[in-house]
């Protein structure tokens, strides 16, 4: 019987995953298409429709905690994949720059939803010693989520730019599964949102998730450049980097278990550190096999540190308050996220020229000292909890 629930709840757990690394796809492979199609808005306002989602990202995962008082977490989770759903292939059927900017604006609400409902589900299907594999595989799942959309929404708008749309029908899809394998419980009707208590811990890390999101989106925007620039590299060679990337991230996924096991309580400092090697990489091996290991290395931190903060969260608080708590943990690295570009650019124009390679160097010494200072507080707090 246990068998049998823990095999529910991870294809459960998968299919909301997969749905979620749409987040991570958005519309980036065809923003080219985009910006000759509607020639006649500007570059800032084309790119703003890939982080627009953030907006109501923020607004879903504000309100996931009273959410839980009213309604089941099966319900909020349905409800979240058919708002991906919904408004992800809407464009397809409207010929128009306002439903595109309309939709892409709602979309962040219902992945701001289902964000953070993975980890309460865990929470409230599992003891502790048994969520650590679950959330390596939310990981691996938004990895798989992630390049699909990439792979078949690539392929789609080979047919035309509205085609693209239709990768967003893997949300109705995972509703299927959801609906079949998570298994309904009560909402928590008799406890108030105000009474979800959090703690300090929970503020602890997602204060790291804002610096780690912030000093990880370093390499994300400007691995690209670096490779032009740097190396003459083309297409083809950060494409390849960032398929390493994805890759390693899975692979941190698939044995989380495993490494959360070997490095107990160390396992969110260690993201730190892997990132920071990562971006120190790039200045001791030349070429193509520096920026390899950078990717490897960068797609390790980001896959450790989700799925170890991710648990951390979820061992702080009462099982009820997990989604509140996850919401939290969301919004703040999410914020993380969004003024990356904008303060590593102002802080690599204020010391020197605003280049991918200052902009690593910034992000190595970041990662470098947050790892330092998250080692006190989780070392207090978690001494015993994160090893078990």
């Not at 595109?100 to 299907?125: C, D, K, Q, T, W």
């Not at 909402?187 to 949102?193: F, L, N």
């Not at 890759?247 to 920071?276: N, Y």
């Amino acid at each position: 019987k246990n068998m049998k629930k823990e095999i529910r709840l991870a294809i459960a757990v998968l299919a909301v995953a997969i749905s979620f690394g749409l987040n991570i796809v958005g519309i980036s492979p065809v923003l080219g298409l985009v910006a000759e199609k509607y020639s006649g808005y500007s570059t800032d306002v084309i790119q703003l429709l890939q982080t627009l989602p953030y907006a109501f990202l923020i607004v879903g995962a504000l309100m996931v905690g009273w959410l839980t008082t009213k309604f089941s977490k099966k319900s909020i989770v349905l409800a979240g994949l058919a708002i991906i759903g919904i408004c992800g292939i809407t464009p397809f059927f409207f010929d128009s720059f306002l439903v595109l900017f309309i939709s892409r604006l709602i979309i962040g609400y219902g992945f701001g939803i289902v964000g953070p409902m993975v980890n309460a589900v865990i929470s409230e299907a599992m003891e502790p010693r048994f969520r650590r594999k679950y959330l390596g595989l939310h990981v691996v799942g938004m990895g798989i989520g992630g390049m699909a959309g990439n792979l078949i929404g690539a392929n789609l708008a080979g047919r035309g730019l509205r085609y693209f749309y239709l990768v967003y029908l893997m949300a109705f899809i995972n509703i299927l599964i959801v609906t079949v394998f998570l298994d309904k419980t009560p909402a928590a009707s008799g406890v108030k949102t105000s009474e979800m208590k959090l703690g300090g811990m929970v503020y602890v890390i997602s204060a790291a998730s804002f610096l780690h999101t912030m000093f990880i989106t370093a390499y994300s925007t400007n691995i690209s450049m670096y490779i032009t620039q740097s190396i003459k590299g083309g297409p083809d060679a950060a494409g390849i980097a960032t398929a390493v990337n994805a890759a390693f991230a899975m692979l941190v996924g698939i044995f989380f278990t495993q490494i959360s096991g070997m490095l107990k309580r160390a396992a969110l400092p260690f993201s730190f550190f892997i990132a920071a090697a990562g971006y120190a990489a790039l200045y001791f091996i030349p070429g193509m096999p520096g920026v390899l290991i950078t990717s490897a290395l960068c797609g390790v931190s980001l896959s450790c540190f989700t799925a170890m903060g991710s648990y951390l969260i979820g061992v702080s608080v009462k099982p009820e308050a997990v989604a509140k708590a996850s919401g939290v943990f969301s919004i703040i690295g999410s914020i993380g996220g969004l003024i990356a570009p904008l303060s590593l650019g102002a802080f690599s124009s204020a010391i020197g020229e605003n280049t991918p390679s200052c902009q690593f160097s910034i992000a190595f010494f970041g990662m470098l000292a947050v790892g330092f200072l998250v080692m006190i507080p989780i070392k207090r707090k978690f001494g015993e909890t994160a090893s078990v």
